[in-house]
């Protein structure tokens, strides 16, 4: 997988939305395995 150099602005962009997207998804898993196993 090829990441976009952060040194342009375009690329910066992307590189902040990808990972704002895995800290998402991270979070998402983590507070879900959580909600099941209170319940």
Known sequence: MDL???TSVDGMYQYMIGLLLVLVVVFGL???AAYLGVL
């Open 4 to 6: 976009p150099s952060p």
């Open 30 to 32: 983590f507070f879900g």
